[in-house]
Each structure stands twice: as structure tokens, then as C-alpha cells.
């Protein structure tokens, strides 16, 4: 079982928090998304995952792409412990969360969006950060909202859900831009309160191989 990840992916965080609640061994290949001018273009990777993004997922002849198919498929694969609800509804809630999240904030902020902000349209850095800012404001106020609704330990209930390993990521990139976070205590609470789980926190960038600090 092998993860193609770089540390401070959002996407490949997600996969890692997945497979350590589930107490899965896996070997991480690092992909650096910025030495070599990104070497997930490289020709080899290129062939693995074509949109050139991380994480993808290698489990023998079976290879997977996209953080929420990989870790629904552990999920279905590892039932234990299951990251979604049985009931029909609970489970459509949930994964609502886990893709406003995944679909609406996360990738307006990821790196290669503020490649291209930086680069082909020139935007400096006081304009890439109110881009950040923009869309991470936008996205929390309505997530805050969500959650107010629904979270009791975590974003829905008092189980681990895919919408926390979803959240997590996105408050750690909110913190590394340092983004005010006061105004949402629901996400606060919850992101602290999964930091205090080993599943999570072995699964920190900052745990991981290829860090750089």
C-alpha cells in the first residue's frame, strides 16, 4: 500500500488521517510539488495521475486518484472505523460537509491556482493573500453556520466523520496563511479537538517525512 503524497497537501493530509484511523501501513513516496519544477509534472507521475496532482493512492495493480474516492473506498474496504453514517440522511449530510469544504474552499487556495495568480496573472503577494482571504472568509462564514447545526464533538455528531478529515487540512492552511479564526469557534474547537487525536496528529505536515520547516 503506497500513498504519493507531498507533507503539506490538503488532499494527500486528508488520506493520511484516513488511513491512520484505520491503523493501515502504508509507505509514502514523497512527489515535492515545487523542487524540479514540480515534479508531479514529471513524465513517470504523469502516467500514475494524469491530472498531476497528489495524492494518489497504489495498493498493488489498484491505483486511485482523488482524496475523497480514495478515502471513501478505504472506507468501504476497511469498514473500521467507518468514517460515514449508516443512515441515508446522516450520510448525505456528512459528505455535503466534507465537499463544501473539498469542492468550494480548498482548491480556489491551492497551490496551483496561486501559481497562476502569481504568475501568468501577475498579482503580488498583498493581492494573492486578499484572494486567500477572500475565499477563506467566504467558505468558513457559511461552514460556521453549518456546523452550528450539526457538530457535536466533531463536524456531525460525536464521531469521527469524513467531514473532519476534511476540515482539519483546510484549518491548518487557514493558520499557515494566518487568517482570523475568532469569528469561527465551532471550527475552532472542532480542529483542536481533533489535534488532540493520534490519528490525526501523526498525519500533521509536519510529521511527515519529507517536511521541510
Known amino acids: 500500500m503506497k500513498l504519493y503524497s507531498y507533507w503539506r497537501s490538503s488532499a494527500a493530509y486528508r488520506v493520511r488521517i484516513a488511513l491512520n484511523l484505520k491503523q493501515l501501513s502504508f509507505e509514502t513516496i514523497p512527489v515535492h510539488l515545487l523542487k524540479d519544477g514540480g515534479q508531479q509534472h514529471s513524465a513517470e507521475y504523469q502516467q500514475l495521475n494524469p491530472n498531476q496532482l497528489v495524492p494518489t493512492y497504489v495498493d498493488g495493480e489498484f491505483s486511485l486518484n482523488q482524496s475523497l474516492a480514495i478515502i471513501e473506498y478505504l472506507d468501504e474496504v476497511y469498514p473500521e472505523p467507518a468514517l460515514l453514517p449508516e443512515d441515508p440522511e446522516a450520510k ?3 459528505r455535503s460537509l466534507a465537499l463544501d469544504i473539498a ?3 480548498h482548491p480556489l487556495n491551492n497551490l496551483r491556482v ?3 495568480l502569481t504568475g501568468p496573472l501577475r498579482l503580488n503577494d498583498d493581492q494573492k493573500t486578499e484572494w486567500i482571504y477572500h475565499w477563506l472568509h467566504t467558505g468558513f462564514n457559511a461552514l460556521e453556520q453549518r456546523l452550528q447545526k450539526t457538530a457535536g464533538e466533531f463536524c456531525y455528531g460525536d464521531n469521527i466523520t469524513l467531514a473532519d478529515l476534511c476540515l482539519v487540512p483546510q484549518m491548518y492552511n487557514a493558520l499557515r496563511f494566518k487568517l482570523d479564526t475568532l469569528e469561527y469557534p465551532t471550527i475552532s474547537r472542532i480542529y483542536h479537538h481533533c489535534q488532540q487525536l493520534a ?3 501523526l498525519a500533521a505536515p509536519e510529521q511527515q517525512s519529507d517536511a521541510q520547516l
Open 92 to 94: 448525505a449530510q456528512v
Open 103 to 105: 469542492c468550494d474552499i
Open 114 to 116: 496561486l501559481q497562476y
Open 199 to 201: 490519528g490525526f496528529a
